[in-house]
């Protein structure tokens, strides 16, 4: 079975641009999660997805920060206009079930820099 | 509300030599607890998970980690480390009040194995 896949896995961005991050979750998986890590924190929730429908945003950190998942596949998180706190690494996630026991599935992340 | 505190940042290890990597955590609700693993340039991984079973939880190559309610510890152990355990450990509880697996992540302990 294929993992959870994100892309770019790197990027770098000047402050005041745009960048997209994608995730695709594990085939079958309705409930997609995004989190991320700035530098010297701990992983932050941002928010979840079941199916094509947000959940639960409440962990996103203000209105630069627009998630996607059209048709409940893939999802895309973008960030406009990028500012130098954003820098971090962005983690994708996925799970079949979304009860507490449930496991999440992770991707490799993508680290973004903002410069 | 839940959270969890890994009390060591580092910790540094010698090859063949028990690894003890520490995590309390707070919660209002009868816990669910993950060890989470991340190698360098690699995704989360899932050590292992606590859900009210057993107290001793055995996980992936040769972990293991004890939930004791009376210290509100949920330590993770291995026996005999070796080179490729290093890595950072996360100590994670969910929280349920949204209905869904939300992850409340530690800080995080790098563990480094000598020669």
């Known amino acids: 079975e294929a993992g959870v896949t994100q892309f770019p896995s790197h990027s770098v961005i000047e402050k005041g641009q745009t960048v997209t991050l994608r995730c695709d979750p594990i085939?079958?998986?309705?409930?997609l999660y995004w989190y991320r890590r700035v530098m010297g924190k701990e992983i932050k929730f941002l928010l979840h997805?079941?199916?094509?429908?947000?959940?639960?945003e409440s962990g996103m950190p203000n209105n630069r920060f627009l998630a996607e998942r059209t048709g409940g596949t893939y999802s895309t998180l973008k960030v406009q206009p990028a500012e130098l706190e954003d820098s971090g690494v962005y983690f994708c996630?996925?799970?079949?079930?979304?009860?507490?026991?449930?496991?999440?599935?992770f991707g490799n992340g993508t680290r973004l820099t903002v410069t | 509300a839940q959270s969890v505190t890994q009390l060591d940042s580092h910790v540094s290890v010698s090859e063949g030599t028990p690894v003890l990597l520490r995590c309390n955590y707070s919660?209002?609700?009868?816990?669910?607890l993950f060890w989470y693993v991340q190698h360098p340039n690699k995704g989360l991984q899932l050590l292992l998970k606590?859900?009210?079973?057993?107290?001793l939880v055995k996980g992936i190559n040769g972990f293991e980690a004890e939930f004791k309610k009376s210290e509100t510890s949920f330590h993770l152990t291995k026996p005999s480390a070796h080179m490729s355990d290093a890595a950072e450990y996360f100590c994670v509880v969910s929280d349920p009040s949204g209905g869904y697996n939300k992850l409340i992540f530690g800080a995080g302990t790098r563990l480094a194995v000598h020669p």
């Open positions: 919660s209002s609700y009868s816990p669910s």
């Open positions: 606590y859900t009210s079973a057993a107290t």
């Open positions: 085939s079958g998986h309705d409930n």
């Open positions: 997805f079941v199916k094509e429908s947000k959940q639960d």
């Open positions: 996630a996925s799970s079949q079930t979304q009860g507490a026991y449930s496991p999440l599935h």
